[in-house]
Each structure stands twice: as C-alpha cells, then as structure tokens.
C-alpha cells in the first residue's frame, strides 16, 4: 500500500505561484505512476498532470503553466503552479497507480489517493 499527503496549499492572487508536494510511503516510491487532480466546488474531479518514468502529461487547461516532478530521495511528488487563474482554484489531490496503467487521465486508474490540499486564487 502507499500512503499520501498533500501540503502546499493556500490563498494566492490571480498569476502567482504555488508548489504543492505530496509525501508518500509504504512502497517504493518509482514503482508507481504518480498524477494530480482536482476538484472544484459542484464540478466532477478532473485530472491535472501525471508522471510515470520520465514521462509527463497535463491537462490542456493547465499546459504551460503547471509542472509535475518527484525527488526519489525524499519520496515526494511535486505540482509547481505558475501564473494561476481563478479558475484553477480547487481542492488538489495527489493519487498512485501503477506503473502499467492504460491511461494516467483516468481516474479510476489509480488505487491510493491523499487527503487534497486547498488552493484558492483570488482575482
């Protein structure tokens, strides 16, 4: 099993910058294919940007602005957040799947979730 935990979180005004990090434990870390959603208030979940290997993906929205990365040493996934919109304002979470997955944009891909992190931009 892998055990999450979301910080970095908090109020920031519109084209500022956040990191989020998230620490995990219980298995090897490189093992698993790591991804970040969101969750706005009354929107359905959506996926953010996931890694897997060297390999990186995001979503259209965020594309340009938003940078996933990990440090092995510290066991810990990182979503640096540049020039943040009003719209980008949502509970994060951080999720592991298999390395294997199909499709890191699905969210039902993934086994092991963290709590979230708020993240508000004011305009």
């Known amino acids: 099993q892998v055990q999450l935990v979301e910080s970095g979180g908090g109020l920031v005004q519109a084209g500022g910058s956040l990191r989020l990090s998230c620490a995990t434990s219980?298995?090897?870390?490189?093992?698993?294919?790591l991804g970040w959603f969101r969750q706005a208030p009354g929107k359905e979940r959506e996926f953010v940007a996931a890694?897997?290997?060297?390999?990186?993906s995001y979503a259209d929205s965020v594309k340009g602005r938003f940078t996933i990365s990990r440090d092995n040493a510290k066991n810990t996934v990182y979503l640096q957040m540049n020039s943040l919109k009003p719209e980008d304002t949502a509970i994060y979470y951080c999720?592991?799947?298999?390395?294997?997955?199909?499709?890191?944009?699905?969210?039902?891909?993934?086994?092991?979730w963290g709590q979230g992190t708020q993240v508000t931009v004011s305009s």
């Open positions: 219980g298995r090897t870390f490189t093992s698993y294919a």
């Open positions: 890694l897997r290997w060297s390999s990186t």
């Open positions: 999720a592991a799947g298999r390395l294997l997955l199909s499709s890191l944009h699905q969210e039902y891909e993934y086994d092991y």
